[in-house]
């Protein structure tokens, strides 16, 4: 699988700290599971990370402290590498888990004709998690976001103003994107999607339909 959009380096750095919630972490998780190049970016982050709190607490009010911390970040980590592999499906893991394990059994509920979508329950309260199949050639409402959304592709492919997104490739986008994705594979376009707040779609229509569509 040859991935071409990956995370953001602020994206990278709150999942090596733990600092996501749970949709965009098992967005995230799902994404590494089917791309070595952000695996290896967490990876080196972790051990970033691991470094600093060393660093802290060994030598809180040392005036070398910076520089000594420097010498630690060359030293090449030695984390092991993550677990990763995706299941028979061609589903990542952290997904799988949740939907079990299948796309063919995914109780799609149509919203509009040629778009379904399927909610995942999780404990957040300040983002939602839902699965989208978007048939060839629909266009996605135009829409701001309200902030960060992710959209992990499973399966066909989109484009807009970013490019081609297929399977494997994320767009990790923050609150001032504004775009309008077409469908652009001959089959269905399936993606997991995080968002952190309501899409604020743009047009009457859309504002009319979004509570319908409820993203
Ligand atoms: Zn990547």
Same mark, same amino acid.
């Given at each position: 699988?040859?991935?071409? =959009?990956? #995370? +953001? ?7 090596? @700290? ?6 965009? $972490?098992? &967005? ?55 677990? =990763?592999? #995706? +299941? ?7 997904? @799988? ?6 796309? $063919?059994? &995914? ?109």
């Amino acid at each position: 699988m040859t991935v071409h =959009h990956h #995370l +953001d380096d602020a994206s990278i750095m709150r999942y090596a @700290s733990g600092d996501f919630d749970e949709a965009f $972490a098992i &967005v995230v998780a799902s994404h590494l599971a089917m791309c070595e190049e952000c695996r290896a970016a967490v990876r080196t982050a972790e051990a970033m990370g691991g470094a600093v709190l060393e660093a802290v607490e060994a030598m809180p009010l040392a005036k070398d402290a910076f520089d000594r911390l420097s010498r630690m970040l060359d030293v090449e980590p030695e984390v092991p590498p993550m677990r =990763h592999e #995706l +299941d028979a499906g061609n589903v990542p893991l952290p997904l @799988s888990r949740l939907i079990g394990g299948d796309l $063919a059994q &995914v109780p799609w509920r149509t919203i509009v004709p040629g778009m379904q979508r399927h909610r995942i329950d999780i404990a957040s309260t300040t983002s939602s998690l839902y699965m989208l199949k978007i048939a060839p050639g629909r266009k996605m409402p135009e829409h701001g976001h309200g902030g960060t959304e992710m959209t992990l592709i499973l399966e066909g492919s989109y484009s807009d103003i970013f490019g081609q997104f297929a399977a494997g490739d994320i767009a990790d986008l923050d609150e001032h994107v504004e775009h309008q994705p077409v469908v652009d594979s001959d089959i269905d376009c399936i993606c997991l999607v995080a968002t952190e707040h309501p899409t604020r779609f743009k047009g009457m229509i859309s504002r009319i339909l979004q509570p319908l569509i409820g993203i």
